[in-house]
Structure formats: structure tokens, C-alpha cells
């Protein structure tokens, strides 16, 4: 698939403190060019994020991270998104690589309708069913501007740090090679337990949960 060049508009230094007390520091990259013109960023992190940008020997750990304003900042316990953040983050520090912060909220809806949607499991329905009932795709990513992120970067062949496999496969469809799957951690509460049941059913997340997918077929 032929995919619009997108060129690296900034790199800074930038360090990065958590609120669990780790810290390290990222090179951050801005782009022009980007399919959708929002505003993504990139965080190369570990001593040979520099290196793969060239292309040599194995491929770089590479995290897609969604924009979860309610998870990444606020800390919200009903998803998985800020411990997500936080693992990928030490994990790609320690191996070297990529974090692409994508500013697509709420599956690709928006915080806005992100928050009307969770009126709606409020009431009872699902994370999926929320955003049909409100007009949206159950999920209406679109990892183009990755694609083209990461080639600006000199990177056509990624391990990919994620459990979802259409990630991989719209990376796949648009020329990046992920050579493997790296599954990230559970991070599972009492809160997010049949957010994250509901995405391992219906959006085939792979996600060893203790109790399978019978607590959202109950709830």
C-alpha cells in the first residue's frame, strides 16, 4: 500500500517523570505530513532507539499507545490504558525502541463522546455496544499515521508490544513488517474486570484473564 511521506518536523530531549517514581528521558520526534494532520508524537527511549533508526539487527520494540486522557492522566481505574503507558514506557527504555502516542481517545471517538459513552455501560451496555449506540464503529482506529511515523523514523520491521491483533495487521496492510507479537501485562482491578473481559471476546484481544469471558457474559 502506498502510504503519503510524513517527514520528522522537531526532536527534543525530554525527560519523563511517572507517579510511581520511575523516570527516564525520551527523544521525542513531531511530524509533518501526517494522513490526518493531528498532532502525534513519538518517544524513542533506550540506548538503541538512535541505532534502529538505521535499519540494523533486530527490530525495535514498538508500542502504539492510544490517547487515554482519563487512564494516561487522570488515572482512571475502568481501563488498562495507564499502566499500559507505564509498562511500555519501562520496557521499551530497557530494550530500545519506539513509543508512538497516537491522538485518537475513546477507540477513535473522541473524549467527548468517550465520556458519553461510559454513561452508557453506566446504564449497561458494553464498551462496543456504547460507541453503535452512539453512531461510531465499535473501533474506528486507523493506524496510517503509525505507519507513516514509523518510516519517517527509518523502521519497516517492528516487535510490536501489544494484545491486539488488528494493530498488527493493519501494520502489516501498510507496509510495516511486525515480526512479532509482544504481549503487554494484565492489569487488571476490580474496576476495568468486564472492560477488559468485553475486549478479549469481542475484539479478540489476547488476554488471559483468571475467569475467561464469563463475567461479561454475565454482566
Do not use: W
Amino acid at each position: 500500500m502506498h502510504l503519503p511521506t510524513a517527514t520528522i518536523r522537531t526532536q527534543i530531549m525530554l525527560p519523563l517523570r511517572f507517579a510511581d517514581g520511575f523516570g527516564t528521558t525520551a527523544r521525542v520526534y513531531s511530524f509533518d505530513g501526517l494522513a490526518d494532520g493531528r498532532e502525534h508524537l513519538a518517544l524513542g527511549l533506550g540506548d538503541r532507539a538512535a541505532a534502529v533508526c538505521v535499519g540494523t539487527g533486530a527490530p525495535p520494540l514498538v508500542r502504539v499507545h492510544s490517547e487515554c486522557f482519563t487512564g494516561d492522566v487522570l488515572g482512571s481505574e475502568r481501563c488498562d490504558c495507564g499502566p499500559q503507558l507505564l509498562e511500555a514506557v519501562r520496557r521499551i527504555e530497557e530494550s530500545g525502541g519506539f513509543l508512538l502516542y497516537l491522538r485518537q481517545e475513546g477507540r477513535g471517538i473522541g473524549l467527548y463522546a468517550k465520556l458519553d459513552a461510559y454513561a452508557l455501560q453506566d446504564a449497561g451496555l458494553d464498551t462496543y455496544d456504547a460507541n453503535l449506540a452512539l453512531g461510531y464503529a465499535e473501533d474506528g482506529r486507523d493506524y496510517t499515521v503509525a505507519a507513516q511515523m514509523l518510516r519517517a523514523l527509518g523502521v519497516d520491521r517492528v516487535a510490536l508490544l501489544s494484545n491486539n491483533p488488528d494493530k498488527a495487521g493493519q501494520l502489516d496492510r501498510l507496509g510495516v513488517t511486525v515480526a512479532e507479537r509482544v504481549p503487554t501485562g494484565i492489569h487488571l482491578n476490580a474496576t476495568n474486570a468486564r472492560y477488559l473481559a468485553t475486549k478479549a471476546r469481542r475484539g479478540a484481544h489476547t488476554l488471559d484473564l483468571p475467569f475467561g469471558e464469563r463475567l461479561d457474559a454475565e454482566a
